[in-house]
């Protein structure tokens, strides 16, 4: 009796410290049932105590001693838990220990309490930080969406992070339509999506409400899904759907924008004796960037060349839609017999009466190939640069103008220029010399001295581009190259045997054939004749030793002479076919005379100049 | 660099074939193609428009006679169009005496009317 009164007021300071765990919640919520239990049994002698959630009847049944129970009770009455006595070993419990149990009953029934109002109080932050990590997400999300991204990159980022946020084993993103793709992210290597429905599933729908595709999750335990986790994912699939569907517009515009640009720039360039020719266009780093560049060149009546390379100002579709009429104008100018500058004046005339903002430099010039006589003059352009064998390079900045559209009436200067065999003419747009990373006396300086280093139009057009492009040129460049042949004294090449060599082998000796003066008819003829023996030394060894074919060519006097030698032994004799066509219309255009040897077959084709 | 295409357009037993870039013997195996391609499909009347063809040699022109050789055993011809500017291509069919051979009009219409229209008649 004593005792058990000595251990009601220990069980007062014990419940006491109970409430104060409870209190400052430093115990958690089965920690705190754990103490009551164990005080209980310890404060009633009752050989087991435990404490059970909800209402249990107060009195045990059964047979044997009686069970002692005892409710914990919320603040508004209801039944949080009860607590279980079973009965000493020996008897039944004293009296006194229904005092306890009450009191030790009410006590604990405040620290559950406090403890349980923690426990709630730590999920619902829990719960609020982890919608803060998700809204977090979102809006990085959709920062790096708007950047402009391939489509399958920004798929990829989307289905990852929905599946990262919601803690789903995979996220599958499906797109439909044109370019239709399907994206998977997974939390592990391994495997793919489980057959069967999504856990959850948003469609992607573009801005115009069209159905694009779906992004789907699989694979994580709905009970765990909330409504938080729908949200998310379908706010992360109208993100996505927005970019992509406003990617694709821009990329449809680019791709329009780039096709009226090609389809504005000459399909070839004109093809005359005594010059090489070489041109190139080239986008911005964005394919949206396509502009107003072009270059043209032109044969005319009198054999002439006119050449031109501008910018319209601006980008996308109109600048190249304007570029086209200005193109056409010019070229229609030049064939009047318009000179440079003369050409250009009237075009700025046009510019000035389409009375929007149109803007563009051009730079226009006449070569007649055969003499080297240059007349050019420039509307606002970089100046034509000159790189002449052995005296370097030079800018012709002689005929410098305002731009087209600037002026009204502007003075218009022609600058003149002999260019000597063996010269090379470059017209370019300020894309290939200027760009952020670069000055323009810094461009201007290392195109000079990419020209200098570099013989063939061809190569030297790529090389020009590709260093523009090395800078990450934001613009768009045209260049145009144009070699003005010497005669040398022999023309040799040697090529694999194989019949896409020998359209190389006319390209060269036309080209070689037209600096040394020999006329456009006798060209044309002696190129069909070597092209057939050409071909004849590609087809015909057998055995070769050699896989290679052999052309030489030299303008000696009043004659041309070609040689056309191949490494191998022919069939014998010579099979009749389409190739001994060849032979005759060899014979038909120049003297032949075949040498066999055990080495090779040597044609040996002669005809006067002209 | 200059590309080589052959463009068809066939309807029932009439084809114009358009070729453009240089006929040597690397190109010549996929026009032979075409032409095949062609007749064995049912065409017999055939107009080639070789306007924008810049280059062409023996073996291109073995290729339209071999055509031409299948065409006369149904009596029908093929006709060419050149441009009068391309004066070194009919040049090569002057020298081979295929001008004799050959109908060359200047243009598309003139061949059609000589070569496919024929079947009216």
């Not at chain 1, 997400?137 to 929905?162: F, Q, S």
């Not at chain 1, 323009?440 to 061809?458: H, K, S």
């Not at chain 2, 009009?105 to 059609?112: D, G, L, Q, S």
Request: aromatic content about 4%.
């Amino acid at each position: 009796m004593n005792e058990l009164a000595e251990g009601s007021a220990a069980l007062t300071r014990v419940a006491a410290a109970l409430l104060d765990a409870g209190l400052l919640a430093r115990v958690d919520l089965d920690g705190v049932l754990a103490v009551i239990a164990d005080v209980a049994r310890e404060q009633t002698r009752a050989q087991a105590a435990r404490v059970v959630p909800g209402a249990l009847p107060e009195a045990g049944d059964g047979p044997g001693p009686t069970r002692l129970t005892a409710i914990l009770r919320g603040p508004d009455g209801e039944a949080m838990a009860t607590l279980v006595l079973d009965p000493p070993t020996e008897g039944a419990f004293e009296a006194p220990a229904v005092e306890v149990a009450e009191a030790l009953a009410h006590y604990g029934a405040a620290a559950v309490h406090r403890a349980r109002t923690f426990a709630e109080a730590e999920a619902a932050a829990s719960r609020e930080r982890g919608h803060a990590s998700a809204m977090r997400a979102l809006a990085e999300t959709a920062v790096r969406l708007n950047a402009p991204l391939p489509i399958d990159a920004m798929l990829a980022d989307v289905t990852e992070t929905a599946r990262r946020i919601v803690g789903a084993r995979w996220a599958v993103s499906t797109l439909s339509g044109d370019v239709a793709m399907r994206v998977v992210a997974a939390a592990d290597g391994d495997g793919g999506p489980p057959a069967g429905a999504p856990h959850l599933a948003a469609p992607l729908r573009g801005p115009d409400g069209a159905d694009l595709g779906a992004l789907e999750l699989f694979d994580k335990r709905s009970a765990d899904l909330d409504e938080t986790d729908q949200a998310i994912v379908v706010q992360l699939a109208q993100l996505a759907a927005s970019a992509i569907g406003k990617e694709r517009l821009l990329e449809a515009q680019a791709r329009l924008a780039a096709t009226l640009q090609r389809s504005l720039l000459p399909e070839r360039l004109p093809d005359v004796a005594g010059v090489e020719m070489a041109a190139r266009y080239a986008s911005g780093v964005a394919e949206v960037d396509v502009g107003g560049d072009w270059y043209d060149a032109l044969t005319l009546p009198d054999g002439d060349l006119f050449l031109v390379v501008g910018d319209v100002v601006g980008k996308g579709v109109e600048a190249a839609a304007a570029m086209g009429q200005l193109r056409h104008c010019l070229r229609t100018y030049a064939f009047e017999g318009l000179e440079p500058a003369a050409a250009l004046e009237r075009l700025n005339v046009l510019v000035n009466t389409l009375g929007g903002s149109e803007f563009a430099t051009v730079v226009a010039a006449r070569l007649t190939p055969p003499t080297g006589q240059l007349r050019y003059a420039s509307a606002g352009h970089p100046p034509p640069l000159v790189v002449t064998p052995g005296a370097g390079a030079e800018f012709l900045d002689g005929a410098q103008s305002v731009p087209l559209g600037a002026l009204p009436r502007p003075a218009w200067g022609e600058g003149r220029r002999v260019l000597s065999p063996g010269s090379t003419l470059v017209l370019y747009t300020d894309g290939l010399v200027e760009s952020r990373s670069l000055s323009l006396d810094v461009g201007l300086e290392r195109l000079a001295a990419a020209a200098q280093g570099c013989g063939d139009p061809a190569i030297l057009v790529d090389h020009l581009l590709e260093l523009a492009t090395s800078g990450h040129q934001a613009d768009d460049s045209a260049v145009l190259a144009i070699r003005l042949t010497a005669c040398a004294e022999q023309f040799r090449i040697r090529l694999p045997a194989e019949f896409a060599s020998v359209a190389a082998v006319r390209r060269r000796l036309r080209t070689f054939l037209g600096a040394c003066g020999i006329d456009g008819q006798t060209t044309d003829e002696v190129t069909l004749a070597c092209s057939e023996a050409a071909a004849n030394a590609v087809e015909h060894p057998v055995a070769p030793r050699h896989h290679s074919i052999e052309v030489e060519a030299s303008v000696e006097g009043e004659g041309i002479r070609v040689v056309v030698r191949d490494f191998g032994q022919w069939r014998s004799p010579p099979p009749v076919s389409e190739r001994g066509r060849g032979l005759a219309l060899m014979r038909m255009l120049m003297d032949v005379e075949v040498a066999s040897r055990a080495s090779g077959t040597e044609v040996l084709l002669r005809r006067p100049r002209a | 660099m200059r590309e080589f295409t052959v463009e068809a357009q066939a309807l029932g037993p009439h084809a114009i074939v358009v070729v453009t870039g240089e006929i040597d013997a690397y190109t010549a195996p996929a026009l032979r193609e075409k032409f095949l391609e062609l007749v064995d499909g049912g065409v017999d009347r055939l107009v080639v428009d070789l306007r924008r063809v810049t280059f062409i040699e023996s073996v291109g022109l073995g290729t339209l006679i071999a055509v031409r050789k299948r065409l006369r055993r149904f009596d029908r011809n093929l006709c060419i169009v050149l441009d009068a500017g391309q004066r070194s291509i009919y040049r090569t069919f002057e020298i081979t005496g295929l001008t004799n051979i050959f109908p060359i009009h200047p243009t598309v219409e003139a061949a059609v009317e000589d070569c496919l229209d024929e079947s009216a008649a």
